[in-house]
């Protein structure tokens, strides 16, 4: 048996869930930004002096790092705000390459230099994922602040892509921007990338300037919009694969249909989060092979034979010594046959998408491996915490509460102090009772902002998962009619 | 023969996967999962290793185990880790 991305992932993610591991960190070191986009849940100035005086020195978060490593962190996130703003970025990022996680970075790659996507390039994070806010400098003006942030961002996007670093690209979409969806689309399928689009955007979290609530859609609007991504991207789908019938390319044909996100019922994707980490092809040129469960390294036998009882045994099911390239081979991903290499060679398109469910959180989740009956419907404070800029430990990026200090008590106490308080959270009766609940979002990080309350319905959440029902019923009359 | 510099193996959550460092990324971006007999030899790999005999004799002491299936496993576990670039050359 070979195992892929995704199991391997799944596997860790299900231990640390049962044992309490903080498997997943999520530090998010600054607040501050060079951007000034409409929806943003957190930021500052990129001068806000209050911010810069109680933002962590580099000695703390290499410190916090390291007490998370050793209490069984794997995965860890760098973002903001704009991680670049920091001065010291570099200083942190090359402590915490050499800790020994699978790294991940955020940022709006306005800020990526030449300089900058060298020394990435030399010691690169796992992957970086880059948030495109527009197709065009009116769209950036309009939603950022900025107009050159726009080709500031592609440029950033090329340099990184050309260091054969592993990019990412996703969009938030909001009034602003959503007429820009399909050139979001071809710029990310000229990539060869899928594009993850963040569809719920909540309240803000904290910070004072943004507006998230006045420039999110519409419930009706963004179940119409995410409606529209589904045909959009079952169509070009279609158009791929008819043009690789006709050029008579050999991949068996329920290979790629397999693959292709237009045949996942839209509103499965409510359900399944992507766990964010197994979900990132790489375009390494080392990945030329396409890795799916079927073509993967070899079992090495040595696995079969031994046990902790130490007893030699016949070969078992359990998992085996195998490679886990980064680049999985989820079945709503094209998986991509890209040679990005330093010399610039073009990648093959590929048109693909994910629902990034909710505006910021990251930390890969398993509903298979949730326990229903409790308040949290994700991993948040079971394996994963997202660190605020200001040093508290809150379960994800969405909250302010619960929260300890690990600066204080230690990563560890802050950890168990974290869990315990969250178990405490009380969950929305309503919710729980609710007939329509597969097509809702809502958690306590986004009851809390959207209502003040951790057991208050949201109108908001509620309108959408209606809308989103309303349209499900229609595919399903239509379909009827056929 | 020994594994090159960069890559930490480390226990999470009961399994053993490999990390690589900093540059090694470039040339690995993913993880190694190894299971515990797999992880006794990468230890064991992380100092010189003069021949395969040793590692065979590490199977032995901590596994009941024949000589020729632990050989054979040694050879299999090296070469797949020597295809990988995991090993020193």
Redesign the interface.
């Given at each position: 048996m070979s195992?892929n991305?995704g199991q391997?992932s799944s596997?860790?993610v299900m231990?640390?869930l049962?044992?309490r591991?903080p498997?997943i960190g999520e530090f998010e070191l600054t607040p501050r930004c060079n951007l000034k986009c409409k929806m943003c849940y957190i930021c500052r100035d990129c001068n806000d002096k209050d911010a810069i005086s109680r933002e962590l020195s580099d000695r703390d978060w290499i410190r916090l790092a390291l007490e998370a490593r050793d209490l069984?962190m794997?995965f860890i996130l760098l973002t903001g705000g704009e991680v670049f703003l920091r001065k010291d970025f570099k200083t942190i990022y090359d402590e915490i390459?050499?800790?020994?996680?699978?790294v991940s970075l955020y940022t709006n790659g306005t800020m990526i230099t030449p300089q900058v996507a060298s020394w990435l390039?030399?010691?690169?994070?796992?992957q970086i994922e880059i948030t495109l806010y527009g197709a065009s400098p009116e769209t950036y003006h309009a939603v950022c602040g900025d107009s050159s942030g726009f080709h500031s961002a592609i440029r950033g996007i090329e340099l990184l892509i050309n260091q054969?670093i592993?990019v990412q690209l996703r969009t938030t979409i909001v009034k602003g921007n959503v007429h820009d969806f399909e050139a979001l689309a071809e710029i990310a399928g000229s990539y060869g990338l899928p594009l993850g689009i963040v569809n719920y955007v909540s309240p803000r979290r904290e910070g004072t300037f943004s507006s998230p609530e006045a420039e999110r859609l519409s419930p009706k609007d963004l179940a119409d919009f995410e409606e529209k991504v589904s045909l959009f991207y079952e169509q070009k789908q279609q158009e791929e694969l008819k043009s690789r019938q006709e050029n008579k390319t050999v991949i068996e044909l329920n290979e790629l249909q397999n693959k292709l996100v237009g045949n996942i019922p839209l509103y499965n994707n409510l359900n399944q989060l992507s766990e964010k980490i197994s979900n990132i092809p790489?375009n390494?040129n080392?990945s030329k092979e396409l890795i799916s469960k079927d073509n993967f390294?070899k079992v090495?036998?040595?696995?079969d034979?031994?046990?902790?009882d130490?007893?030699?045994k016949d070969k078992d099911n359990?998992?085996?010594?195998?490679?886990?390239?980064?680049?999985p081979s989820k079945n709503n991903l094209i998986n991509n046959n890209l040679s990005i290499e330093k010399s610039n060679k073009q990648p093959d398109k590929n048109y693909s998408y994910y629902l990034v469910e909710d505006t910021n959180h990251n930390a890969g989740m398993n509903y298979e491996f949730i326990n229903n009956k409790e308040t949290f419907p994700c991993t948040s404070g079971k394996n994963s915490f997202w660190m605020t800029w200001d040093g508290r430990m809150v379960p994800c990026s969405m909250m302010n509460k619960p929260e300890a200090f690990p600066l204080k008590i230690g990563v560890k106490n802050a950890w168990r102090k974290l869990g315990e308080e969250c178990k405490k959270v009380p969950a929305c009766k309503t919710c729980s009772k609710c007939s329509i609940s597969q097509y809702c979002n809502s958690c306590p990080a986004g009851l809390m902002n959207e209502t003040g309350s951790f057991t208050k319905i949201s109108s908001y959440l509620c309108e959408l998962a209606q809308e989103r029902k309303n349209k499900e019923n229609e595919l399903r009359l239509s379909a009827d009619r056929r | 023969m020994k594994i090159k510099q960069g890559f930490?193996l480390?226990e999470?959550?009961?399994?053993w996967?490999v990390?690589p460092?900093?540059?090694r990324?470039?040339?690995?971006?993913?993880?190694?999962?190894?299971?515990?007999?797999?992880a006794l030899?990468w230890k064991r790999l992380e100092e010189e290793v003069m021949n395969e005999e040793e590692l065979v004799k590490v199977?032995k002491e901590?596994?009941?185990?024949?000589d020729t299936?632990a050989q054979?496993?040694?050879m299999?576990?090296l070469t797949?880790i020597k295809e990988?670039g995991f090993i020193e050359q």
């Open positions: 195992m991305w391997l596997r860790l231990n640390s049962n044992q591991i498997l069984g794997l390459s050499m800790m020994g996680f699978n390039g030399n010691h690169p994070p796992s054969g592993n790489s390494k080392q390294p090495n036998p040595l696995i034979n031994y046990s902790k130490n007893v030699l359990s998992p085996k010594d195998i490679l886990v390239k980064n680049d | 930490l480390r999470i959550a009961g399994s996967v990390v460092l900093g540059e990324v470039v040339e690995f971006n993913g993880l190694l999962s190894l299971s515990e007999s797999g030899l199977l901590n596994y009941e185990v024949e299936i054979f496993d040694v299999e576990f797949n990988r």
